[in-house]
């Protein structure tokens, strides 16, 4: 079974910093897919980027790049240029090519963006 | 409709109470699931389904806990004879093929008291 960790419960950025989540994960598959996604208070899960397992380049969505490294089994979310609209919980999910290709999910970061 | 539609978003049951969570996925979309997620934890997988086939019940945490897709789109959890345990946000998703990436609904806020 996949497991995928994220070790910051919560972290603080300035607006127009940069920030960057943590996540980890452990399979024993060479095919997969990985995805950040944003929760805010109203609930719904927004998909913020992803990354195919075999795709060496980094996933790039505007503001949002991830750090993918396969060998380290490690998916880091760096968000450039902060905004207050950022702030949300954020939750790196892994997703396995069985029957379902279900998503598993880390126990979130929860990021505040200040003034 | 242009996203994910659940209903209804809080439902507060006694315990010992049936509840049924409904779920409208974006048409088209022929997977559908259903994640759990408890307060401060991330979604866990509950069931999956293609069209109106169920192909994968694995994280139903007990024989309480039904899922059906009569038709291939609206989707209905059921929770039988609710216990405190299952208070929990559950989060409906649909997709339209592997990879994409699911689209979420705003989920359904169980409490049972």
């Known amino acids: 079974a996949q497991t995928v960790t994220q070790s910051q419960p919560e972290m603080s950025v300035q607006e127009a910093e940069t920030v960057t989540l943590s996540c980890t994960y452990d399979?024993?598959?060479?095919?997969?897919?990985l995805f950040w996604y944003k929760q805010p208070p109203s609930r719904q899960m927004i998909l913020v980027i992803r990354?195919?397992?075999?795709?060496?380049q980094n996933a790039t969505e505007n503001r949002f790049s991830v750090n993918f490294q396969k060998a380290a089994k490690s998916f880091s979310l760096k968000i450039s240029d902060s905004q207050l609209g950022d702030t949300a919980m954020y939750f790196c999910?892994?997703?396995?090519?069985?029957?379902?290709?279900?998503?598993?999910f880390g126990t979130g970061t929860r990021l505040q963006v200040t003034l | 409709g242009a996203g994910v539609s659940q209903s209804p978003r809080y439902k507060v049951a006694k315990r010992g109470q049936d509840v049924a969570l409904r779920c409208d996925p974006i048409?088209?979309?022929?997977?559908l699931f259903w994640y759990q997620q408890a307060l401060g934890q991330g979604p866990e997988f509950l069931t999956y389904?293609?069209?109106?086939?169920?192909?994968?019940k694995s994280g139903l945490p007990s024989d309480r806990f039904f899922a059906e897709r009569p038709e291939g789109s609206v989707s209905t959890l059921k929770i039988q004879r609710t216990q405190q345990e299952d208070s929990a946000v559950y989060l409906c998703?649909?997709?339209?093929?592997?990879?994409?990436?699911?689209?979420f609904g705003q989920g359904t806020r169980l409490t049972v008291v």
């Open positions: 048409s088209g979309h022929v997977s």
């Open positions: 389904f293609q069209n109106e086939a169920q192909l994968d």
């Open positions: 998703a649909s997709r339209i093929r592997r990879g994409i990436g699911a689209f």
């Open positions: 990354q195919e397992a075999y795709k060496q």
């Open positions: 399979t024993s598959e060479s095919n997969y897919y």
């Open positions: 999910a892994f997703m396995d090519t069985g029957t379902a290709s279900k998503l598993t």
